[in-house]
């Protein structure tokens, strides 16, 4: 295969990063789920979210057969609601829209000067989770392939969607300090604990933790801290500086591109860690009877509840295949940009490497080791029962910079309502996507299945489509205070399945 500058990816920023994050996601053939990580019902689910609320779950034995969800949004390209078809994606090779015609298709917009995004598919596989009085502990394993960029200028942005041949970028200077581009395919198994260490008349104080064992199949970064180029015509480019790092560990083999069977299945370890607290105003008292058995424990209806929970601590620590290049403070005149081509990743970079410094072999290279981190994301809630089964919630979540090199998740905002009773839930909400774009969000329970997205309008074409969000959940569930071989000691539980 060869890859010409000029077939609409006009610098490295935008091949590298088409090639690599597509590269990460296809590892999955499939972490917005709000609807179920906020659900009393939640159970092994809700650790994710807060490691404490599995002690808070209404759940005394919860297992989860599978819990899948597909995440896209930016604040750039989108495809105009008319022109889309969401049926085209059950296609083995959907016949999607193209730019071909200016305001039709797949489009962009000049609304925000700083380009965000993220794509993220995961899968929870089987996992459980089980409360014992004041304790609780659970297993999960789960898989997420995910790309993120932050910080991308605007300017740039246009010139990786319109190519070198848009004039009217000729002779103005784009700039971007601080851009990020990060992708990262793992699976991890994971311990969950969480304990209720502190009750008194109505209040309740719960903690939980999560470790995990992550197993990384893949991974890549581009981090520039300083980038600044002018685009003379529509065959130079002025490059007058870049300081930038940019590193991958690929199952692939870098001359050919060919995804190579002689590679491990993964090249890279690493240990996460969650941890979180919760507080809750109960409504009344614990039954002062004897518990003789721990599936007869009461859950005790609360006014509101409090969590607060830092979640995606850790990095992966990739040692084969891997490679990383420096760009410190380099400048070039490339000439001729709109004829150049490469077969492969090491092509690419010896191109790269002539252009810089002269020579195809002298680009400052790495071979030993990387290390990307996860999305670290701080996480505030808040859920209020202002009528019974009846739920106001609201959730904040803020990226939080652990690692040189790692994910960004947007900010977020969320405010919801949720119905809750053993059988059936649902939820409305709306959220705000890095605190600028607004979201509605449907989820509904019946029983075992669930099934929700927070990007509701999209699916109905109410807006342009910027990205997509749906999940689904499979399990089962003992309630608290029922005992299979007894009816229930409370009237607030019976098995679900």
């Excluded at 591109?257 to 240990?271: A, H, Q």
């Excluded at 150049?340 to 010896?350: A, K, L, M, P, S």
């Excluded at 059988?423 to 509605?440: A, M, P």
């Excluded at 699916?459 to 009816?487: D, E, M, Q, R």
Aim: aromatic share 16%.
């Amino acid at each position: 295969m060869i890859i010409k500058i000029n077939s609409g990816f006009t610098t490295k920023l935008g091949i590298l990063t088409i090639l690599l994050i597509n590269i990460t996601l296809n590892q999955l053939r499939a972490q917005e789920r709000y609807g179920i990580t906020l659900s009393n019902f939640g159970g092994i689910n809700t650790a994710t979210i807060n490691p404490s609320f599995t002690v808070n779950s209404k759940t005394f034995l919860d297992v989860n057969f599978l819990t899948a969800g597909l995440t896209i949004e930016n604040n750039f390209v989108f495809y105009h609601k008319n022109d889309f078809k969401f049926s085209e994606l059950l296609r083995a090779n959907p016949n999607l829209p193209t730019n071909e015609v200016r305001g039709e298709g797949l489009d962009y917009s000049l609304k925000y000067q700083n380009l965000t995004g993220l794509a993220y598919v995961e899968a929870l596989g089987p996992s459980f989770s089980l409360n014992i009085g004041k304790h609780a502990g659970g297993l999960f394993t789960r898989t997420v392939a995910a790309s993120s960029f932050v910080n991308v200028p605007q300017d740039l942005g246009v010139l990786l969607f319109e190519g070198i041949r848009y004039k009217p970028l000729y002779g103005k200077e784009i700039s971007g300090q601080k851009i990020n581009v990060d992708a990262l395919g793992w699976s991890e198994i994971g311990l969950n604990y969480s304990y209720n260490y502190l009750s008194g008349y109505y209040n309740n104080w719960s903690v939980g933790i999560n470790i995990k064992q992550l197993l990384g199949y893949s991974g890549a970064y581009l981090s520039a801290d300083d980038l600044k180029l002018n685009v003379v015509n529509r065959d130079t480019v002025d490059i007058t500086n870049i300081l930038a790092n940019i590193g991958y560990s690929l199952p692939i083999n870098y001359g050919s591109n060919g995804y190579s069977r002689t590679k491990p299945l993964f090249l890279g370890k690493g240990i996460g860690l969650d941890f979180g607290f919760t507080f809750r105003r109960n409504l009344d008292f614990a039954p002062m009877g004897r518990v003789t058995r721990y599936c007869e424990s009461y859950f005790q209806p609360y006014r509101y509840k409090l969590g607060v929970a830092v979640s995606g601590l850790g990095n992966i620590h990739f040692n084969k295949n891997t490679r990383e290049h420096t760009f410190e403070n380099r400048s070039a005149l490339w000439e001729n940009i709109d004829t150049t081509e490469f077969r492969n990743i090491n092509d690419f970079f010896e191109n790269l490497s002539s252009v810089f410094y002269g020579d195809p072999h002298s680009l400052p290279t790495e071979e030993d080791n990387m290390i990307v981190g996860l999305p670290t994301v701080l996480n505030l809630n808040a859920d209020y029962q202002y009528f019974p089964n009846w739920y106001l919630s609201g959730m904040l979540v803020l990226p939080v910079k652990s690692s040189d090199y790692q994910l960004m998740f947007p900010k977020k905002a969320l405010l919801g309502i949720r119905y809750e009773t053993d059988d059936l839930e649902f939820n409305f909400s709306s959220s705000f996507f890095n605190f600028q774009k607004l979201h509605i969000g449907f989820f509904v329970r019946y029983k075992y299945f669930s099934i929700g997205t927070s990007k509701l309008e999209s699916l109905v074409k109410a807006t342009n489509l910027y990205g997509i969000n749906l999940y689904f959940s499979i399990k089962f569930h003992l309630i608290k205070g029922y005992c299979l071989s007894l009816p229930p000691k409370h009237d607030c539980g019976r098995f679900q399945f």
